[in-house]
């Protein structure tokens, strides 16, 4: 926490000095007060300075009220504005972090528990700032000074501060000690409740489908009561907190009363100094229910920092290259390619070979695990490989300029993914500089033109959130004009036609082979009819090359290509494209 705190409210220095003192000065003003009362008593009321005397102090009291609430809105104020800064500058840089982290990372920590991280845990640390300036000097201000003017009055009274503060400050640590934990694990099981919650929300379909409905409901409410029970027992320590401290102030205050008493008929203490020590305890007492705040509050802010730093400090594991290297004839080539998606898990690819030619069509088939879309990941530098070399235009990728290289690569994955916006908005998603002719020669050759023409508004046609409005080939196909936008050099279509019918996927293949002539293309399909006329088809099986060629080669020499054929009756019926 004092990592974060430290880098994060470094330019806010002279805030963070002028907040709390503000607060010292209300703190000085509070423990003035008990020695006015005490004069107003003793020098007021029982002795003979008259009516003039108390007014007079009356008014001291008032002007100090007035001052010590205008200091301490200046500091909520400074605060306030402090702990905002604090969360946009760290709102920033962990948005920034987040998006230089590869998808290995995204893997290793989990989609939820990062949006809980951005949110829930920047929030609580937002709040330990927050206290930080209003509370953290001012408590622990009240607590030394009551003490300290306890025994300018009695030093034989002032031991009961002592072991009043003594005690006060075991019940504090022990609190702690105990809350810590708690305050992790809730943090813990608030990244459960959160995957549980996206899960259900993206997949409420599939739920509703198999009339799942009640199952997902236990999972979700197991989880919250999980918390529930968590938030429970850090409770009852917040809750307990307030008595014990109230117990032991008040025990504190009858022995005031009990030896001052004995001090006052003796004539070694007035009436004044009692009633001012029993403020001094009454204000203390208040003081260290903040300060149970503060523990309870800097004990969340810990546990949240702890799991905010653990993002900050990840080290990225794609680092970007400097290399723009010029444009090749053999733009790909894959030299014994390993891969792995969990360090000591079996390889997802195994010594991968294959070179790729400037505008060949290259075809990529089989079963589901095959690893088709993981070359596509490794091409695209969204993880990198174990073993081996990927080059493109004869640069080793991981020296490629990161941003220059994906510009080159344009992806339509088989889940198409549209933004909240417009036609327009999404399309300048690719290409902000692309203008309406851009535009539609690109959803021309996306067959998606007419999805376009036929909406009122045209390019300025809403699209609602994950493009809901428009069907499942519809958006495939507005996907795929964003990707052309880009002008590629590279076109990857990893099974982004599967909602599509066999006579618009062979239009929309007739053009882009027609209309991006030196576009590499990459077709990652289940159908030979798609593939039956690339440059080049490459089988995989269980993470390996099976078989390379062109689909007649393949009919005859490759027994797994053979299979996938002959289990979906394929006949060859398609039309040259």
Not at 141 to 151: A, D, Q, R, W, Y
Not at 239 to 252: D, F, K, Q, S, W
Not at 328 to 351: M, T
């Amino acid at each position: 926490m004092l990592k974060l705190f430290k880098k994060y409210l470094k330019p806010y220095l002279a805030g963070i000095i002028a907040g709390p003192a503000f607060k010292v000065l209300e703190a000085i003003f509070e423990l003035i007060v008990p020695l006015i009362v005490k004069n107003i008593i003793d020098k007021g009321l029982n002795g003979n300075a008259g009516k003039d005397y108390i007014l007079k102090q009356g008014l001291i009291l008032l002007a100090l009220a007035i001052t010590g609430f205008a200091t301490t809105m200046l500091c909520q104020y400074i605060a306030c504005k402090i702990a905002s800064k604090y969360r946009y500058d760290l709102d920033k840089d962990l948005y920034h972090k987040i998006n230089t982290l590869s998808l290995k990372d995204f893997d290793m920590i989990g989609v939820s528990s990062l949006q809980t991280r951005l949110n829930n845990d920047v929030l609580i640390t937002q709040r330990g700032v927050a206290m930080l300036i209003r509370l953290l000097v001012r408590a622990p201000l009240i607590l030394i000074g009551g003490t300290v003017m306890s025994f300018i009055i009695s030093p034989r009274l002032g031991i009961i501060f002592i072991v009043t503060g003594i005690l006060i400050g075991l019940i504090l640590f022990i609190v702690s000690r105990l809350s810590l934990p708690y305050n992790k694990r809730i943090q813990k099981d608030l990244d459960d409740a959160t995957n549980i919650t996206k899960e259900n929300l993206v997949g409420a379909r599939v739920i509703r489908a198999f009339n799942k409905q009640s199952y997902e409901k236990s999972r979700f409410y197991d989880s919250v009561e999980t918390i529930e029970k968590e938030s429970s027992h850090l409770a009852i320590f917040s809750a307990l907190l307030n008595p014990m401290v109230t117990v032991i102030a008040n025990v504190g205050i009858i022995l005031i009363f009990y030896f001052g008493s004995k001090s006052v008929n003796v004539g070694d203490l007035t009436q004044g100094d009692i009633s001012s020590l029993v403020n001094y305890m009454v204000q203390i007492s208040l003081a260290v229910v903040v300060v149970g705040d503060l523990v309870i509050t800097f004990s969340k802010a810990n546990a949240s920092s702890q799991r905010i730093n653990e993002i900050l400090s990840l080290n990225p594991k794609i680092i970007s290259g400097s290399e723009i290297p010029e444009e090749k004839e053999e733009i790909i080539k894959f030299e014994n390619v390993s891969f792995s998606y969990h360090e000591n898990n079996s390889y997802a690819l195994k010594d991968i070979s294959f070179n790729v030619k400037r505008g060949e069509v290259i075809g990529l088939i089989g079963s589901t695990g095959s690893g088709k879309s993981t070359i596509i990941n490794l091409l695209d530098r969204l993880y990198d490989i174990n073993e081996g070399k990927i080059l493109f235009n004869g640069v080793d990728i991981k020296e490629h300029d990161l941003s220059v290289l994906r510009k080159n690569i344009g992806i339509v994955h088989q889940k198409s993914s549209l933004f909240k916006g417009t036609i327009r908005s999404n399309l300048l998603f690719a290409n902000k500089d692309a203008t309406d002719e851009d535009m539609k020669k690109a959803l021309s050759t996306a067959q998606a033109l007419d999805i376009v023409l036929s909406k009122e508004n045209q390019l300025d046609s809403v699209v609602e959130e994950n493009g809901k409005n428009f069907s499942g080939g519809q958006r495939q196909r507005l996907c795929i004009a964003r990707a052309l936008i880009k002008k590629p050099d590279v076109l990857v279509l990893d099974d982004s036609s599967s909602a599509l019918d066999y006579k618009t996927d062979l239009n929309l293949r007739t053009a882009i082979k027609n209309d991006y002539k030196d576009t590499t293309v990459f077709i990652i399909s289940q159908r030979p009819n798609s593939l039956k006329y690339a440059d080049k088809i490459i089988v995989l099986d269980e993470g390996k090359i099976v078989g390379i060629g062109k689909h007649d080669e393949l009919v005859l020499n490759c027994k797994v290509y053979k299979e996938i054929c002959d289990s979906q009756d394929y006949k060859g019926s398609d039309s040259h494209a």
